[in-house]
């Protein structure tokens, strides 16, 4: 599996998200100042990457979804400790920021996602890092609140994916210091605004990313523990920032570890899927990275109840690309 080594001007807590094929990053932070302003966007076939309209308000541990092909911004942290309320509207045709209405409750490290053209942000942390249970959904066309029952399990850090209607949130942390984690997952049904509780991941960690892919399973990718074994060898003490891939079959319920280790361990990385092939964009290891590496898990042709045409039969492999300019 290729490898890239480490490099300057990397970049970690930002969001992704998809339009037209094209990813777009949001916000992160370097290590050195706030870069949270930066949005580049990252052309998977051409593999180039160009710097786009910045955020008017740097931030990073933020949130990122798309809806109708514009991408929306919430929340996050411009010091790593006090969380922001900023949403801000993305439209990448015309290359502008539109601010919209504010988070009733300011979070960051939050889960969200996109069901019936609304977008719900779930959990996350308060400033301080002090977990929430607040369940909030913004309407981006009547650019209004709504707030949900709270989740069962409040923690931070933590991805999501939606699978038929439902969302999926895997693991996160549990208190305000970064020590302590689950292997939770849990099922909201946005429809019910109730939850069900899911087949344990295989290890607990938090600051991880997740896509799902159509293929009927969704991978969680990267990821932090304090303590324990780096790659298997000898305990650590100390954080480890995870080279593990996990898949999770979500009708079957069931989950696996993987021997598809991604080359450059990273937690507070970013993921985004297009035509099949996962993205890991940035994270942190002994600094900001700069990586990006793809993904291509196995299981072509798709299931005929979540495909989306795919363009070509692919290996399971990852491989390096071009590194965040």
Known sequence: MPQIGAHSGGIWGLGASVVDGKIYTIGGQDDLVVSGKVVREYDPEKDEWTDKKK????????????????????????NNFETLPNVDEYDPKTDTWTVKAN?????????????GGKIYTIGGAESF???????EVYDPVSDTWEKKADMPNPRWGMPAVVVKGKIYIFGGALDNTHQKY??????YDPKTDTWTKKADMPIEFYDMAASFVNSGKAYIIGGKTFDGRDKDGPKVEGWILHWTVLEYDVEKNKWQRLNDEMPTGRGTLATAAVDGKIYAIGGHHN?????????????????????????EKLATKWGAIKQIQ
């Open 182 to 187: 689950t292997d939770l997952t849990e099922e």
């Open 55 to 78: 955020l008017t308000q740097g931030r990073f541990r933020l949130g990122a979804a798309t809806v109708r092909n514009k991408i929306y911004a919430f929340g996050g942290t411009a």
């Open 103 to 115: 988070m009733p409750t300011p979070r960051m490290g939050f889960a969200i996602a996109v069901v």
């Open 129 to 135: 890092f002090f977990p929430s249970a607040v369940i």
């Open 287 to 311: 600094g900001p990275r700069r990586e990006v590496e793809v993904y291509t898990p196995d299981g072509w042709p798709f299931p005929e109840n979540f495909s989306v045409d795919p363009r």
